[in-house]
């Protein structure tokens, strides 16, 4: 008889940790949320950044002077709407055409673009891994419920594409993520990065980043209170001012020759035009 006492111990089965669980759901909600994300429906505003896309991938060189169709793209704010600029630069690059780009395969990589870069400020700000899985995982399932017109969710899943929602959920938490590790490390590399990150979302979404500014002040005025170091923040403050007043004094000054050159080219036409009915 084989003495059981001398077989060799069987190693116990590893039972899968909570954290592994909970990856494979933040997964699989993250698949699911990228597939939801393909627009399904058409807004007002898809018909201009197609234009924009086109635009950019066609005119022979950037004017800004459109037909009297498109005349709305003269906004000024286009000039510094550099995100239907980086789509034209993907179309040509991947060789899909713009529309096949803007309405089927970039919204699904922005969707994990945009978990990634959540679940990395979770870390940032302490969250442990699980934590910063679940702190993902409730996001996606937040913005499910958030669907009706008008409300984050919309925007999440039915209009990515677009500068603002690209502003909102992929470059904000970049930018508060590069704003912690700059308060914590106070290096010049760290400072370049926060730098780098701020000027894209200047030429995405000017608006977005005074609400991203104003969410940093709060937060670098609480750091400042528990570290007592108040130079990157004032640092930080003053890289955001400067990058969002440049790009103003641009525009401005666009703008003003822009207006000078069209009414030059009217009071030539109105000119014309009397002196043919003269005649």
Same mark, same amino acid.
């Given at each position: 008889?084989?003495?059981?006492?001398?077989?060799?111990?069987?190693?116990?089965? #590893?039972?899968?940790?909570?954290?592994?669980?909970?990856?494979?759901? %933040?997964?699989?909600?993250?698949?699911?949320?990228?597939?939801?994300?393909?627009?399904?429906?058409?807004?007002?505003?898809?018909?201009?950044?197609?234009?924009?896309?086109?635009?950019?991938?066609?005119?022979?060189?950037?004017?800004?002077?459109?037909?009297?169709?498109?005349?709305?793209?003269?906004?000024?704010?286009?000039?510094?709407?550099?995100?239907?600029?980086?789509? %034209?630069?993907?179309?040509?690059?991947?060789?899909?055409?713009?529309?096949?780009?803007?309405?089927?395969?970039?919204?699904?990589?922005?969707?994990?673009i945009?978990?990634?870069?959540?679940?990395?400020?979770?870390?940032?700000?302490?969250?442990?891994?699980?934590?910063?899985?679940?702190?993902?995982?409730?996001?996606?399932?937040?913005?499910?419920?958030?669907?009706?017109?008008?409300?984050?969710?919309?925007?999440?899943?039915?209009?990515?594409?677009?500068?603002?929602?690209?502003?909102?959920?992929? /470059?904000?938490?970049?930018?508060?993520?590069?704003?912690?590790t700059?308060l914590?490390?106070?290096?010049?590399?760290?400072?370049?990065l926060?730098?780098l990150?701020?000027?894209?979302?200047?030429?995405?979404?000017?608006?977005?980043?005074?609400?991203? =500014?104003?969410?940093?002040?709060?937060f670098?005025?609480?750091?400042?209170?528990?570290t007592? #170091?108040?130079?990157? /923040?004032?640092?930080?403050?003053?890289?955001?001012?400067?990058?969002?007043? =440049?790009?103003?004094s641009?525009?401005?000054?666009?703008? #003003?020759?822009?207006?000078?050159?069209?009414? #030059?080219?009217?009071?030539?036409?109105?000119?014309?035009?009397?002196?043919?009915?003269?005649?």
């Amino acid at each position: 008889m084989i003495d059981p006492e001398s077989q060799p111990e069987q190693p116990l089965e #590893k039972t899968p940790s909570p954290y592994w669980i909970g990856f494979i759901v %933040a997964v699989l909600v993250t698949c699911i949320a990228a597939r939801l994300a393909i627009p399904s429906l058409i807004f007002e505003d898809d018909f201009t950044y197609n234009a924009l896309l086109n635009y950019y991938q066609h005119a022979p060189q950037y004017t800004f002077e459109f037909s009297e169709a498109l005349d709305r793209m003269e906004i000024a704010r286009f000039w510094l709407a550099f995100w239907p600029l980086m789509e %034209a630069v993907l179309s040509h690059f991947s060789g899909l055409h713009g529309l096949l780009v803007t309405g089927i395969y970039i919204a699904p990589a922005l969707v994990l673009i945009s978990s990634l870069a959540l679940y990395n400020l979770a870390r940032s700000l302490g969250l442990g891994r699980a934590g910063a899985v679940l702190a993902t995982t409730a996001h996606l399932f937040s913005l499910l419920r958030l669907t009706t017109n008008g409300e984050a969710g919309v925007f999440f899943f039915d209009r990515f594409p677009e500068d603002k929602s690209v502003a909102v959920f992929v /470059l904000a938490p970049m930018f508060f993520r590069s704003l912690v590790t700059y308060l914590e490390k106070n290096t010049l590399r760290t400072f370049i990065l926060f730098g780098l990150i701020t000027l894209s979302i200047v030429w995405t979404h000017p608006v977005v980043l005074g609400m991203s =500014a104003m969410i940093a002040g709060l937060f670098g005025l609480l750091n400042v209170l528990s570290t007592n #170091k108040i130079f990157p /923040l004032m640092a930080a403050l003053g890289l955001i001012s400067v990058f969002m007043l =440049a790009p103003l004094s641009f525009v401005c000054l666009q703008l #003003k020759i822009y207006m000078i050159t069209r009414l #030059k080219k009217h009071w030539k036409q109105d000119a014309k035009t009397s002196l043919s009915l003269a005649i």
